[in-house]
Nanobody, 127 residues
Framework: QVQMVESGGGLVQAGGSLMLSCVVS?????????TGWFRQAPGKEREFLTAITWNFGTTYYADSVKGRFTISRDIYKNTVRLQMNSLSPEDTGVYYCATGPRGGCTWPVWSRSLEHWGQGTQVTVSS
């Protein structure tokens, strides 16, 4: 049974940084699994931000976060982290982590097939 818990959200001023963590339990961190980060702003669809595979650490970044956010994994702590820099009010939202088998599909297709999600952590960026 896969479980995950996000933490690290909070209030930060524009231009600041935050580090989010997602602790994964179960077998989601095994071979050929990947964990990603998503966010949902009020009135908007959930957005796929970034992901990383557990085996080789292969990463994906959406254009909206490329160059500002960095995803990483700690295999000894079963944790995926999201370092967020140069934050703007547009980054405000509830951030979720999710995991599932990587397979051979593209990252966007993979992001739409996930079954295991955390409960989210709120990130608010003020002007």
């Amino acid at each position: 049974q896969v479980q995950m818990v996000e933490s690290g959200g909070g209030l930060v001023q524009a231009g600041g940084s935050l580090m989010l963590s997602c602790v994964v339990s179960g077998r989601a961190f095994g071979v050929n699994y990947a964990t990603g980060w998503f966010r949902q702003a009020p009135g908007k669809e959930r957005e796929f931000l970034t992901a990383i595979t557990w085996n080789f650490g292969t990463t994906y970044y959406a254009d909206s976060v490329k160059g500002r956010f960095t995803i990483s994994r700690d295999i000894y702590k079963n944790t995926v982290r999201l370092q967020m820099n140069s934050l703007s009010p547009e980054d405000t939202g509830v951030y979720y982590c999710a995991t599932g088998p990587r397979g051979g599909c593209t990252w966007p297709v993979w992001s739409r097939s996930l079954e295991h999600w955390g409960q989210g952590t709120q990130v608010t960026v003020s002007s």
